[in-house]
């Protein structure tokens, strides 16, 4: 017997709430916190070479530079704190890549990443494209918690990560944390989106 076959790849991923998201032209209505959450909190950032029992998520990190931000600007809208909150949110689908990767892939990865960036920001009541201000605000607090993070549990001097992640003036250095588990981090990612975006429990 000769089975019928479907010239175009397969492009969607089926999640576990049930949605089938299509990574190559995202749905806002296919994405869901929930989703979002469990797969932030098994993604391993600095591709799991961070020290303690358990892989430093994209969750937490996620969380770190939330925190950071809320430092550097107290009086920024809870609207403007959850688009920091899901900076990441579409390497819960595509994962998360050390920038020399991204870089030599060239152009294809960005373009998946900003289409699902959008669809996600758009799921959760905020403008497809963000305004420079809060773009540029989050990206600084993202670089200070990349040099947190290479210091703290990813091995590197502060030399080290001073050339390769150029600390940002004002990088708070009190930050203490520690690599958590999967369980932990995709709750707490959950919780911080529900008191950011008031998710219906």
Known sequence: MVYPTNSSPRAWQRMLSGRRLNILE??????EIEDIAHGLSRVARWNGQTSGNFAFSVAQHSILVEQIMHMNAPMLANKWRLACLLHDAPEYVIGDMITPLKSALGLEYPKIDE???HAIHIRFGLPAILPEAVRQSIKRADKMAAWIEATQIAGFSEMEAGRLFPK????????KFHPESPKKAKNAFIHRARLLGGFDK
């Open 168 to 175: 940002p003036r004002g990088t708070p250095k009190q930050l």
């Open 115 to 117: 289409k699902l960036q």
């Open 26 to 31: 995202p749905s806002p209505l296919d994405i």
